[in-house]
Structures are given as structure tokens and as C-alpha cells.
């Protein structure tokens, strides 16, 4: 069975149709994600079969029946969808970790009921992101910058929804065929500035926004993103290893009996 997972970006995406804000609702998402990796399946009327062949998780599935926007979910079901991502790793024991104590005084509680605000979900999943490069308390410090007080968003500098998009897109752009194609005697310097210029086109977008603030969201932007390419490249070299090491003993030569 294919496994049905979601970049960062189009993550991002179901989380504003989710919320609200998205013209689109969240069945939709799900469809255009699914369809734009088998645009051969679908040209040669093979859809169907190619979608049966899908494994869609529970927590897809109850998205798709979701009518009203802005709902809550329960840890089991925001570890579900995180685990959705690709290259993540979500753990229930984890995220309860995360929410009673690592990271508590930015997520807040339950906001929903005994459930989680879309934009808590966004929280733990730039947590998850940033957890890469940093600890529990840069964190902590680089949230309180963003997020004031968990139970009010109107004094946030900007909504975690949106900085997850903001990101999310410019990761998504970072792996695109312009930048990953640069010719560089230093590759990791032209990615940084590549980051910075689209960063800083990025936040001055929030004029009413002072300098300062302008100046933070743009550095959370540079910090998150170069965070999930560092997620990246930790994981495929982790990928590498594994491989090495289960085909050496396919390679070994056994023992001649004595």
C-alpha cells in the first residue's frame, strides 16, 4: 500500500482550510495533494485503482467529514496528523511531554473544550521543526517573541498558522529546481542568503508591524526554515546508514561449515 503523506507546505494548507481562512475545504486539499502525484494515474484512467491502492489514515478520513471550521483536536489526533508530514516523528509520550512541561507557557491549555485551537496544533508542529536545531529553552524564547499569551491571538506578532505557512512555503521554495540548482563554490552560503532575501521580502509584508517585530518574524523565519533543512539532511544521512547496514549483512559471505 502507497503511504499518503503531505509536504510542510501543503500541511500548512490543510491547517488554514481547517481554521477558516482557506477557500478551499479541507476534502479538497486532501484531493489536489493526492491528485498532483498521480497525474500519470489519472491521464490513463487508472485513478481509481491507483487510489485504492493508497493508505489513507483515520485522521485523513475524519478530516474529510469535518464541516465546520476551527475545531479542536485531541493529542492522539494532532500526533496523527503530524505523523502525516513527511520527515516527521511524532510520539504521543512526547507531545505529552511537550504541553505539560517543555513547552507549556506558549501552548496553553486545552482551548477547545478538553482539545487543542488550530493554531496550538501549529505551535507543536514548529516545535517539532525547531527541536532540530535547538533546545527546549531557545525555544521557549524564540516563541515568547511570536506568542505573547496562548489564551489571546489577537496580540500574537503573527498567528502561528500563518508562520508555519510562511515558512512551510519557503522551505517548499528551497527545494525548488531555481535553488537547487545553484552553482556555488559554497552551497551553504548561497542558501542562507537565498533564505534571508525571501525572509526579509517575507516579513516586510507585515507593515503595520514596527522595525523591531518586523525584524523577529524575519529571523524566526530564517531560523525555522534552515531548522527543517537541517531535519532533512539529518534524516536522509540517518536513511543511508540503515541501508548500509542491512545490505552489508546481505553481502556478507558466510562461514565455510568446519
Same mark, same amino acid.
Given at each position: 500500500?502507497?503511504?499518503f503523506h503531505l509536504t510542510r507546505n501543503e500541511m500548512s494548507m490543510l491547517l488554514l482550510s481547517l481554521k477558516g481562512w482557506s477557500e478551499k475545504k479541507p476534502l479538497t486539499i486532501l484531493q489536489e495533494v493526492w491528485a498532483k502525484s498521480h497525474q500519470k494515474d489519472i491521464e490513463s484512467g487508472q485513478s481509481v485503482t491507483a487510489f485504492i491502492t493508497t493508505a489513507l489514515a483515520p485522521i485523513f478520513e475524519k478530516i474529510i467529514k469535518i464541516e465546520e471550521p476551527d475545531l479542536g483536536f485531541s493529542l492522539n489526533e494532532i500526533v496523527a496528523l503530524g505523523n502525516q508530514i513527511e520527515n516527521?516523528?511524532?510520539s504521543i509520550t512526547a507531545m505529552q511531554n511537550w504541553v505539560k512541561r517543555d513547552i507549556k507557557e506558549m501552548v496553553g491549555s486545552p482551548q477547545r473544550g478538553k482539545k487543542y485551537? +488550530? *493554531?496550538?496544533?501549529a505551535i507543536l508542529f514548529i516545535v517539532e521543526d525547531l527541536k532540530t536545531a535547538l533546545d527546549f529553552e531557545s525555544i521557549r524564547k524564540l516563541l515568547a517573541l511570536i506568542v505573547n499569551d496562548p489564551a489571546d491571538r489577537n496580540d500574537d506578532l503573527i498567528n502561528p498558522v500563518h508562520l508555519y505557512a510562511t515558512y512551510s512555503s519557503l522551505f517548499e521554495e528551497l527545494n525548488s529546481k531555481e535553488i537547487t540548482s545553484l552553482q556555488s563554490t559554497d552551497?551553504?552560503?548561497? +542558501? *542562507?542568503e537565498i533564505i534571508k532575501e525571501r525572509a526579509d521580502a517575507l516579513a516586510a509584508n507585515f507593515e503595520q508591524a514596527s522595525t523591531e517585530q518586523r525584524e523577529a518574524i524575519r529571523n524566526v523565519i530564517i531560523i525555522a526554515t534552515l531548522s527543517v533543512h537541517t531535519a532533512y539532511v539529518q534524516r536522509l544521512a540517518k536513511r543511508y546508514v540503515s541501508a548500509t547496514l542491512f545490505l552489508q549483512q546481505l553481502y556478507v559471505?558466510?562461514?565455510k561449515s568446519e
Open positions: 500500500m502507497e503511504t516527521t516523528n511524532f485551537s +488550530i *493554531e496550538q496544533i552551497t551553504i552560503h548561497a +542558501i *542562507e559471505t558466510p562461514k
